[in-house]
């Protein structure tokens, strides 16, 4: 979606002249122009103001940012050598702070971690790719055009169908500009992005009236070749465009590797952070529409890598003390002339940024292995609960009514929103429960009350999925998703067998049959609508929950299911997490 822009004379005039490098090419009739810390910007001859901010694998350099610890060191060099024009603009460039904050900005985009007033942002040029590799290798264009074979004629509809259900509702890149380089110069663009891009659209190929539903390409052969084009892409020439494909790639669905996601995220996050996309660049003299690009990028790893933590049971990799880039306003996600979706899609997505936030503080109770969990628990509930119900106070009425009603769910992007708060609710009250079993191992009224509340938490998760219509089950969705059935079918069964002592007091446990309604909505979504994100829950648990459900054996069988499946006495993440090794 675009970025509300100021004229490029202002941005040209407020950029110093050091940080700015034109270029022209031979191969695309844009010009090209690169402000010092960040990548290629490719601006239309037919709207100055939309930027692409792509780069191509021919590039030779990265910018790198230089560490705080040597920032001080660095500036006086970058002072000493800006008389040497051509020997400052190969070794350091400079973004510092525009003066005169912006109306209305934090004070933690204004002021540095000690306090003070921000330092500039240092970069240096690096060499992109290993020496002697050229920097166009012939087995990972050969996959790409392999790709774009299989696709045509229909490459320029799954490229409509991705910002249409995609980027709408998870912004990444500029609609305009983008599809204008694809259609001039696309040859600029990474092979790596476009193969990830196609790939990403494949799951909405069925419900989309402008491709053949006679045909259909095999999807995975495509993401197959695809993720062979980044993982050349990211030892080759690593770049900007290289973590937008990573992005698409983890969030692509369906999933199948599960390890190989986390090793494309830690890439990306590393490679985002020595680009400087950690560090807040809204009072930076770049462009608006580079601005947009660098926080959009930030904004989309740090979602994925709380969800993916909290699906996987692996630590977050971004720390909140180690950025700065502020949270997601409509001014850097719509135009004034935005439609109502644009506009709903985007406060949607605000609101799932900033939900990701109160994800982070849980995150940390649950990984911290040093902490005396005897110690002030009743504080750390009391802070856990304040945290969601501010999030929710600062909902519009709009997006507050999605989250706790579950009304409209007709706007992009909504469905996954619920399904994500449901889940940041469920582990809080898991967590909370974990809590009272550490100061009250019997099971008294107050641990009671826990589990009634940890059940009910499911339950508006099970609520959800039998009201979903074919409309939200071809919306955008996250795949970490699927793991919020998995989680809350592991507990549904955990108190069922933990509550009963017979088969046939099991069969008609209120628990089980919240288990078992969740996998038939799941099973009638997966058949019906071709619905994915239900597939783990459903390996992994419709067997099981149909032998219990019709289980006449005597009551020691029930035992050996609670023995099987869960402990009271497992660690919070083993009962939070299934066994995730049945997937592979």
Not at 64 to 93: C, F, K, W
Not at 420 to 431: D, E, W
Request: aromatic share 8%; charged share 20%; with cysteine.
């Amino acid at each position: 979606m675009p970025c509300r822009r100021e004229p490029l004379a202002v941005a040209a005039a407020k950029a110093p002249q050091s940080s700015i490098h034109v270029r022209t090419t031979s191969t695309s009739p844009p010009t090209s122009t690169t402000s010092a810390p960040g990548p290629k910007a490719v601006l239309s001859p037919h709207n100055p103001h939309l930027m692409l901010a792509l780069d191509s694998p021919e590039d030779e350099d990265n910018s790198h940012i230089i560490g705080p610890a040597v920032t001080n060191d660095t500036q006086v060099l970058a002072d000493y050598l800006s008389s040497e024009p051509s020997i400052h603009e190969r070794m350091i460039r400079v973004v510092k702070p525009r003066l005169g904050s912006q109306v209305g900005q934090t004070p933690r985009s204004s002021m540095d971690l000690s306090g003070g007033i921000r330092k500039p942002v240092i970069f240096t040029a690096v060499r992109k790719r290993p020496f002697g590799l050229s920097p166009r290798q012939t087995a990972p264009l050969q996959k790409y055009q392999i790709v774009e074979k299989m696709l045509e004629p229909w490459t320029s509809t799954l490229i409509d169908l991705y910002f249409q259900k995609v980027n709408i509702c998870f912004p990444l890149l500029d609609e305009v500009s983008f599809k204008h380089q694809f259609q001039t110069a696309r040859d600029r663009i990474s092979p790596a992005l476009l193969s990830v891009l196609y790939a990403h659209s494949m799951i909405f190929w069925k419900n989309c009236p402008d491709l053949p539903s006679e045909y259909c390409p095999d999807s995975r052969f495509i993401w197959n070749q695809a993720t062979e084009t980044l993982f050349s892409e990211l030892h080759i020439s690593p770049g900007i465009s290289t973590i937008i494909a990573i992005i698409l790639n983890v969030g692509g669905r369906p999933t199948t590797s599960m390890i190989m996601n986390e090793i494309q995220l830690g890439a990306a996050v590393s490679l985002a952070q020595s680009l400087g996309l950690n560090r807040d660049p809204t009072d930076w003299n770049i462009s608006i529409p580079e601005k947009c690009l660098r926080m959009k990028i930030w904004w989309a790893l740090v979602v994925h890598d709380k969800w993916l933590s909290l699906a996987y049971g692996t630590p977050p990799q971004i720390k909140r003390f180690q950025y700065d880039v502020p949270d997601p306003t409509l001014e850097f996600l719509t135009s004034k002339d935005a439609s109502d979706a644009q506009n709903g899609a985007a406060s949607v997505f605000i609101a799932l940024v900033t939900l990701t936030g109160v994800l982070d503080k849980y995150l940390e109770f649950v990984y911290d292995l040093n902490q005396d969990r005897d110690q002030d628990n009743g504080q750390t509930s009391l802070g856990l609960e304040l945290s969601l119900g501010q999030w929710e106070d600062s909902l519009s009425d709009d997006v507050r009514r999605i989250i706790t009603r579950g009304n409209n769910l007709h706007i992009p992007g909504a469905a996954n929103l619920r399904l994500a708060y449901l889940s940041t609710k469920l582990l809080r009250r898991r967590i909370e429960l974990d809590i009272e079993k550490q100061e009250d191992a019997a099971l008294g009224d107050a641990l009671t009350n826990r589990y009634i509340q940890v059940r009910r938490a499911a339950e508006e998760i099970v609520l959800l999925v039998q009201e979903l219509e074919e409309i939200h089950l071809s919306d955008f969705w996250l795949p970490v998703s699927a793991f919020a059935f998995t989680s809350a079918i592991t507990f549904l069964l955990r108190c069922a067998l933990e509550t009963e002592n017979t088969a046939a007091g099991l069969a008609q446990s209120a628990s089980l049959r919240l288990a078992n309604n969740l996998i038939d909505s799941l099973q009638s979504h997966q058949q019906k609508s071709g619905w994915d994100l239900g597939d783990l829950c459903l390996a992994q648990y419709a067997e099981v929950v149909e032998k219990l459900m019709t289980a006449d054996s005597p009551s020691a069988t029930v035992p050996e299911f609670q023995q099987l499946m869960m402990s009271s006495e497992v660690p919070i993440i083993d009962e939070l997490f299934p066994n995730l090794w049945d997937m592979f």
